[in-house]
């Protein structure tokens, strides 16, 4: 092609077609190579035996012929983009006698794209799973010498060229291809992370050992139940999410600080500055600076060290280390006249005070920023402080009566659950602390009567909280404290000395303050750890830590402990399983929230409570199973805190009208068990919480002399109903999370009986699905119009929400207050359901179409997807809607009824 000639402008996309498919043409030509090579992997020995080992650990699963399944994996769309780098030298530029590609042809070669790159995927994870690490180093060293002896070369072998394009694709993909080797576990490897899990967690998995789960648990393993194996495993066995680990220390001796040079970055307009006291100890110091260059990233910040006249190497670190400031006085200054000297020189809007003899650790400091930005009254923030040898040195402090202190947590483990949620204390260890400026400003700096050390910082605590401000402490942020090294450790000498005589300045000064907030030496650890005086302690206790992304129950209760948190009660969260998922644990600990875990808690929960039931004033119990799997201890308790049940919905109920939807004879039998034991439940609390008026009603009808009553579901945003535009928006989204039953019957009722009358009409739509444990059933069910998304992230949903013109939600049974509905609302989407789906919801047909029977819902939704003044007005109602019945103020209101209770520590 001439350049006097230019082709017609054509995107890089079109570049890459090797016909109007829209296929890649490196991925496909790697997929056949693969697809070739697992042809011909029956004709080696070794190869047949691979093959049989795998099959005896359920290798069928994903089996090179079998079909992809997208959702189960999360597959990163730039992987698969990456897959299109291709060298320029190796394009064909070709003539294209049609326009470049629109939105639907793009949209078609994403899609055709993402299946050849699943496949690949899914054909790299079979080899992994055929060979592993051990087998694969044998199979090679094997096939090797098999073809030297019979004078071939090694690098044409069948598994030599399998293993190179393995390592090939391993190497660029590790993301996704750790997901997909994840997701293909097959029965056996199941079978032994159960087994594991056991083993791990005795105590815990025996108190929540029943026939019931015992047999379902077999049923998911031998893969009789439709459910998703793998998520419903990993949900209640899963893997170990946290280990202990050693800091990251930088070991600096004085021959080898002489010969380290850094170079911090230069910041015009710093947000904090970090200053770090020295006095001589330049190695110490060096040391230091190497673990904050190398831990410190995203946020712009200055280094300040403060020299206090040193007569070692630390005059000169100023040429060896770039972009430090160093401010030095004429003469010595003592710990405390040097940081206040050092900190006018700062320019940062935060201070943060750092002791030479420390070695952040990664993520140290945006750790302790995010508390300023969660909490507004926060004065003063510090870390979790670790020995070299990462046990616990301390988890904030506790200032007793007479003026001593105890650095919390001492000795004992990192990761225990009392050290590791966000929380007041009475003072930070000024080894690290952060403050913003114009508070230390207010007060003056340390104050001179502690010259020259010790106490400075725990009287700058109280005096920030004089101001009204918190001193937190933040686990998320750990640096290592070379303990003793600034100043030794013996009180009866040298300027370690100090600390006694400061002490009776500290308890002369704040005499009334410690006699009226703080408790008497060693007594009360519960609440002195958290400067509790007053207010409302609530425990939940519910099946684990909420899964706030997949089912509507969990993000019900995360938005009640949020709420709780943030109207100042004190939470407690108690999973039955006593593991600690993440990110859910580490999102509740970080909002201030104590969670048990571990087998320690397992085993001894019932003392923890019997500990400290004075200082809990509600128990809050979920689900009707895991209530029974704990209350008759609770009640045996001494002081037995006021008891409140949420059902979530009632079990019978839902049963019940299971059994007339399908038919079974045999669930009105467990219907009538489940009316047993949630009966024998309501005798036994205080009040009892159920979503709906419905539940309300009934649990009135079947246990007249319950203390029962209505609680809001969810906590809703004012809906953005502007944001709707109609002309734009196409298609119907269906959101539900699969491990709940009615969900499963609700798709494949609208697929079977609703769809194709939507189709006749408009055969362009198309339904989304989306929810998390998707089984086989709805899988099956993917096709041109129907989109199976399975479990999507938030922002995914977002996306979906904001382009679908119509949410439905068809349920035939179930009961309570549909998280599904209530979100839809929110959505500032139009929407359809069911009188099961509107039931308990106020006033319903203000804000949704109710239709029952296929051929009404299917004519109802098709007027509602047609016609923009219906969807306008639905729409238009919503904002008054939510702010009358599930504003933030209504639930707040409901909480305070329900729960909000004065305890005096």
């Not at 280990?243 to 230069?266: G, H, K, M, Y």
């Not at 400031?325 to 003469?331: D, I, K, L, M, S």
């Not at 500990?611 to 128990?619: F, M, T």
């Not at 809703?716 to 491990?739: E, H, I, Y």
């Amino acid at each position: 092609m001439s350049s006097s000639n230019p082709p017609e402008q054509i995107t890089l996309a079109a570049k890459l077609l090797n016909d109007k498919r829209g296929e890649n043409i490196d991925l496909v030509a790697r997929l056949k190579r693969l697809e070739k090579m697992f042809e011909e992997l029956p004709t080696s020995q070794l190869g047949k035996l691979s093959l049989k080992a795998d099959k005896l650990q359920g290798g069928k699963r994903l089996s090179p012929a079998g079909p992809v399944d997208p959702t189960m994996l999360e597959v990163d769309q730039e992987d698969i983009m990456l897959e299109l780098e291709i060298e320029a030298d190796e394009l064909q530029v070709v003539e294209l006698d049609e326009a470049p590609f629109d939105t639907e042809d793009m949209e078609a070669l994403e899609r055709r794209n993402e299946e050849v790159y699943l496949k690949l995927l899914e054909f790299n994870v079979r080899l992994k799973r055929l060979f592993g690490s051990n087998r694969a180093i044998f199979a090679r060293a094997t096939e090797a010498f098999l073809r030297l002896a019979s004078l071939k070369s090694p690098r044409q072998g069948q598994l030599a060229r399998l293993f190179r394009d393995y390592r090939d694709f391993k190497r660029h993909h590790p993301e996704d291809f750790a997901r997909a080797s994840a997701a293909g576990r097959g029965r056996f490897s199941l079978l032994l992370q159960v087994f594991r899990y056991f083993l791990r967690h005795p105590v815990s998995s025996l108190r929540l050992l029943s026939l019931a789960r015992v047999k379902r648990l077999l049923q998911v393993l031998v893969g009789s139940q439709s459910l998703d194996s793998i998520s419903w495993i990993d949900q209640r066995f899963p893997t170990e999410s946290s280990v202990s680990r050693q800091p990251v220390i930088f070991p600096v001796d004085d021959v080898t600080a002489q010969s380290v040079e850094l170079n911090f970055p230069e910041v015009k307009a710093p947000l904090v500055s970090i200053v770090i006291p020295v006095y001589n100890q330049y190695a110490t110091t060096v040391s230091c600076l190497q673990a904050v260059l190398a831990h410190t990233d995203g946020v712009e910040y200055e280094v300040i060290v403060a020299d206090d006249c040193s007569s070692d190497e630390t005059r000169t670190l100023g040429d060896r280390i770039g972009n430090v400031r160093v401010v030095r006085h004429p003469e010595n200054q003592g710990f405390l006249g040097n940081c206040n000297a050092a900190v006018r020189a700062a320019r940062g809007d935060y201070v943060l005070l750092l002791n030479n003899d420390t070695n952040p650790q990664p993520g140290w400091l945006t750790a302790l920023l995010g508390v300023f930005e969660q909490h507004k009254d926060a004065g003063l923030v510090g870390p979790k402080l670790l020995f070299e040898d990462g046990v616990l040195q301390e988890a904030g402090g506790i200032i007793w009566r007479d003026g001593s202190g105890w650095n919390y947590g001492r000795g004992q483990s990192p990761d225990a659950p009392e050290f590791n949620y966000v929380r007041d204390t009475d003072y930070i260890s000024g080894a690290c602390i952060l403050f913003r400026k114009d508070v230390w400003d207010r007060i003056g700096g340390f104050d001179e009567q502690f010259r020259p050390a010790y106490y400075e910082d725990t009287d700058l605590a109280f005096e920030i909280r004089k101001l009204g401000l918190r001193t937190i402490y933040q686990p998320a942020s750990e640096v290592v404290h070379f303990e003793g090294v600034s100043h030794g450790n013996d009180l009866n000498s040298g300027i370690k000395k100090q600390q006694r005589i400061n002490q009776g300045v500290f308890r002369k000064k704040w005499r009334g303050e410690l006699l009226a907030e703080n408790r008497d030496l060693g007594t009360d650890v519960f609440d002195a750890r958290e400067r509790h005086n007053s207010g409302t302690t609530v425990l939940f206790i519910d099946h684990y830590v909420p899964f706030y992304d997949k089912d509507a129950g969990s993000r019900s209760t995360f938005l009640y402990v949020k709420s709780m948190v943030e109207m100042g009660y004190r939470v407690k969260f108690l999973g039955a399983n006593f593991f600690p998922h993440q990110p859910y644990t580490e999102t509740l600990q970080q909002l201030g929230v104590e969670v048990l875990y571990g087998e320690r808690f397992a085993r001894n929960w019932k003392l923890w409570l019997e500990e400290n039931a004075k200082s809990i004033d509600v128990i809050y119990l979920h689900r009707p199973h895991i209530t029974e799997d704990f209350i008759d201890e609770i009640k045996s308790l001494k002081d037995c805190p006021r008891l409140v049940y949420f059902g979530h919905d009632l079990h019978y109920l839902r049963t019940e009208r299971e059994a007339a939807v399908t038919d079974d004879s045999k669930l009105l039998k467990v219907a009538d068990d489940w009316k047993k034991r949630e009966t024998r439940i309501f005798d036994q609390v205080d009040t009892v919480l159920y979503p709906s008026d419905v539940e309300v009603n009934a649990v009135q009808e079947i246990s007249p002399g319950t203390n029962v009553a209505q609680l809001p579901l969810y906590v809703l945003d004012a809906p953005d109903v502007d944001s709707f535009d109609f002309a734009a928006r196409k298609d119907l989204l269906f959101v539900g999370g699969f491990t709940h039953t009615p969900n499963v019957d609700a798709v494949l009722w609208f697929a079977g009986e609703v769809m194709p009358r939507i189709l006749a009409s408009d055969p362009d739509v198309r339904l989304h699905v989306v929810g998390s444990n998707v089984p086989e059933a709805i899988s099956n069910l993917a096709s041109e119009n129907i989109v199976v998304h399975g479990f999507v992230s938030d922002g995914e949903l977002e996306s979906l929400y904001r382009s679908v013109r119509v949410c439905v939600v068809p349920l035939r049974y179930g009961a309570g207050v549909k998280g599904k509905v209530l979100e839809a609302i929110q959505s500032a989407v139009p929407l359809i359901t069911t009188p099961i789906g509107a039931e308990g919801i106020p006033v319903p047909e203000q804000v949704m179409d109710i239709a029952e029977g296929a051929e009404e819902f299917a004519n109802r939704l098709l007027g509602l997807y047609t016609d923009e003044s219906r969807c306008l007005r639905q729409l238009a109602a919503r904002p008054a809607y939510v702010a009358d019945h599930f504003s933030s103020g209504v639930v707040r209101a409901a909480i305070e009824q329900h729960f909000a209770c004065e305890s005096e520590g």
